[in-house]
T-cell receptor, first 110, second 120 residues
Framework: KQEVTQIPAALSVPEGENLVLNCSFT??????LQWFRQDPGKGLTSLLL?????REQTSGRLNASLDKSSGRSTLYIAASQPGDSATYLC?????????FGDGTTLTVKP | GAVVSQHPSRVICKSGTSVKIECRSL??????MFWYRQFPKKSLMLMAT?????????EQGVEKDKFLINHASLTLSTLTVTSAHPEDSSFYIC????????????????FGAGTRLSVL
């Protein structure tokens, strides 16, 4: 059974800092891994999707890496802004299902 | 990009009533759709896998008779919460897998924006 863990559960940083969110998974036989953003009371916004054959994906200030063999992914956010405050979820897809981590709640202070 | 529309975005209902949530893939066909539930301050838990033209596959602990799933076409799946009670209040999210990309080895799910159900 796939298990996904996200560390830390919460993170508070001053504006402008670069930061890293971590995601680990127990079953490395995945199709892909996605990072999502969820604002309070809102749905999911897909940020980045990394296929199992890829090592990283970049979009603007976001960079996600994938090390399938070690069961880890990181989401790097450069020059954080207050608007980045949200909960970030990672989800791994294998055997037709997606398994989500519990998320990291990020607060970026002005 | 691929879009999944989920409707309604929010619903408030009285205890004992049934609520239907729709999940549509707008610009692609989806033989498989997924329904998730999110409890407050918790992650998303897969409830069931919905396959077009066949019965849904429910995860352990999910009541089939409580959460009715219908996937009658390649672009629409519905989740009906029957005889809703306050403990059914939650955030429900669907996702759809692009069938055309499976042949290319891609297993990509596109997520709806979610439906917040409040049962009074």
């Amino acid at each position: 059974k796939q298990e996904v863990t996200q560390i830390p559960a919460a993170l508070s940083v001053p504006e402008g800092e670069n930061l890293v969110l971590n995601c680990s998974f127990t079953d490395s036989a995945i199709y892909n891994l996605q990072w999502f953003r969820q604002d309070p009371g809102k749905g999911l916004t897909s940020l980045l999707l990394i296929q199992s054959s890829q090592r990283e994906q970049t979009s603007g200030r976001l960079n996600a890496s994938l090390d399938k063999s070690s069961g880890r992914s990181t989401l790097y956010i450069a020059a954080s802004q207050p608007g980045d405050s949200a909960t970030y979820l990672c989800a791994v897809s294998n055997a037709g299902k997606s398994t989500f981590g519990d998320g990291t709640t990020l607060t970026v202070k002005p | 990009g691929a879009v999944v529309s989920q409707h309604p975005s929010r619903v408030i209902c009285k205890s004992g009533t049934s609520v239907k949530i729709e999940c549509r893939s707008l610009d692609f066909q989806a033989t498989t759709m997924f329904w998730y539930r999110q409890f407050p301050k918790k992650s998303l838990m897969l409830m069931a896998t919905s396959n077009e033209g066949s019965k849904a596959t429910y995860e352990q602990g999910v009541e089939k008779d409580k959460f009715l799933i219908n996937h009658a076409s390649l672009t629409l799946s519905t989740l009906t919460v029957t005889s809703a009670h306050p403990e059914d209040s939650s955030f429900y999210i669907c996702s759809a897998r692009d069938s055309s990309k499976l042949a290319g080895g891609q297993n990509i799910q596109y997520f709806g924006a979610g439906t917040r159900l409040s049962v009074l």
